[in-house]
């Protein structure tokens, strides 16, 4: 699972700017204002990812 959470952090970081996916309790930190486009890059990213580790 760690390689997982590995890629998770990767594509947060490249495609959507994230510093990081752990929960920060502030607003501030903890939401985000994304486009679309960037959620459909992050979201395609993540299924090839899986598929690559079937």
Not at 37 to 51: D, N, S, V
């Amino acid at each position: 699972m760690q390689s997982c959470d590995k890629a998770l952090a990767n594509i947060a970081a490249t495609i959507l700017g994230l510093e990081t996916l752990d929960t920060r309790n502030r607003d501030q930190l903890d939401f985000h204002e994304l486009a679309v486009w960037q959620i459909k890059k992050a979201l395609e990213a993540a299924y090839a990812a899986g598929r690559e580790n079937r």
